[in-house]
């Protein structure tokens, strides 16, 4: 029997702390999903006898549906039920990854790795739901939460699945993340609330509005400029790390570059911290503070990669800068129109994406280019600019 609502559909009723936590849960799953397969690629590739270029390309197809996902799946937690439509995701999810566990070549893994990709954008359509249910004095405590589960699931995927892989192998591996999807699809039915958004438009109408906001909105213009900046400078970070590290004189293995990852721990921790803060003294003091010390934490890096922990303590006042920083700027994002902020995250994580895949790009490029401590200046300058973008406008109050 279903249990009663959690969420109502009067004016005032808000999500509970219990909710709250299991869409921290649910959003660390579905993002998780699209990186399990990462660490295992040469195993992929030698089971399907496929060269290693080919399962890479194939695996890139993640982001591409990642980003259809943030266009076409985000704004229906406004239009409908938001348990209805997160749970169905969560079911197609399912089914795509024990597809993908039975696939025999590349371009089959393509087109199921483009379908993971856009039903992992759960996260962000959490992330809208918890931004118009939760009480305005703690939009950005409860964003915070639900970001932690993002955040943790980036990390979370990448180790879980590597270390499943090598367990038990790649194609159990993806049973068991489709398992566990199918599990969080029947739980979002009883557990996320059933009142939709009160956006008032349709949702072709939405899609067509999404580019006109980003023109009309100053508010969103500012937030996701200055986001897409220092998301650039986050993946040219880790992407230029992976280079430096497999190359002489370190020559690490691949495990090993990856258990740097574990410094994104700090993160995790400074989502809730950020969401909290915000809530008490506003976002452009969080944005500040955070672009600051991660823009310090940059540079210093830039010259101390050979001393492990000093880059690992780096990395962390990093990650949870810019972890802070964007908490704070997309608290200032759902808080636009409270009633259906969908629309907006949308748009505003599209932006954000496309200069995360900007940097990717270019990090494991600059390294060859510029030599670890000028990517990492480069990197800092991004950050600065961001803090500029910020400081300059009155739109992050």
């Known amino acids: 029997m279903k249990s009663a609502p959690t969420v109502e559909v009067r004016t005032g009723t808000r999500l509970r702390g219990s909710v709250v936590l299991f869409m921290s849960l649910a959003a660390a799953l579905g993002t998780s999903a699209t990186y399990p397969l990462q660490p295992a690629i040469a195993d992929v590739a030698d089971s399907l006898g496929a060269p290693m270029t080919a399962i890479g390309l194939a695996l890139a197809c993640g982001p ?6 943030l266009a076409l799946l985000v704004p229906l937690v406004d239009r409908f039920p938001p348990g209805r439509v997160i749970a169905a995701q969560f079911g197609v999810l399912a089914i795509a990854l024990a597809v993908s566990a039975g696939i025999g070549g590349a371009w ?5 790795a483009a379908v993971i990709g856009a039903c992992s954008a759960v996260g962000a359509g ?5 931004g118009r249910l939760a009480a305005p004095e703690r939009r950005a405590t409860t964003l915070g939460i639900v970001t932690a589960g993002i955040s943790a699931g980036i990390l979370a995927g ?14 159990a591996m993806l049973l068991t993340f489709a398992a566990a999807s199918a599990l969080i699809a029947g739980w979002c039915l009883l557990a996320l609330p059933d009142a939709p958004g009160g956006g008032g438009r349709g949702y072709l109408a939405t899609l067509r509005s999404l580019p006109g906001l980003l ?5 969103l213009r500012v937030a996701a400029g200055a986001g897409a900046l220092w998301f650039f400078a986050f993946c040219a970070v880790w992407a230029g790390l992976a280079v430096a590290l497999s190359a002489p004189p370190f020559s690490y293995s691949a495990e090993r570059i990856g258990l740097y990852a574990l410094a994104g721990l700090a993160g995790i921790l400074a989502t809730r911290i950020a969401g909290n803060w915000t809530d ?12 600051a010390l991660a823009g310090i934490a940059a540079l210093v890096a830039g010259f101390t990669l050979t001393s492990t922990r000093t880059t690992l ?4 006042l990093f990650d949870a800068g810019l972890f802070a920083a964007q908490v704070a700027n997309q608290s200032t994002v759902l808080a636009i129109d409270p009633a259906a902020p969908a ?3 949308s748009a505003y994580m599209l932006v954000y994406f496309v200069g995360g895949s900007l940097g990717t790009a270019f990090g494991a490029a600059a390294v060859e280019w510029f030599g670890w401590a000028g990517t990492m200046v480069i990197t800092a300058v991004a950050i600065g600019a961001a803090a500029v973008i910020v400081t300059r406008t009155r739109i992050a109050a």
């Open 64 to 69: 591409i549906g990642y980003m259809a996902g």
């Open 108 to 112: 089959q893994l393509g087109l199921t």
């Open 126 to 130: 959490l992330s809208s739901v918890a």
């Open 280 to 291: 008490r003294v506003g976002a452009r003091r969080v944005i500040r503070f955070g672009l």
């Open 158 to 171: 990448r180790i879980v699945g590597g270390w499943l892989a090598d367990e038990i192998g790649w194609r």
């Open 215 to 219: 023109v009309r909105n100053a508010t």
């Open 343 to 345: 629309r907006f995250n």
């Open 313 to 316: 303590i780096c990395l962390a």
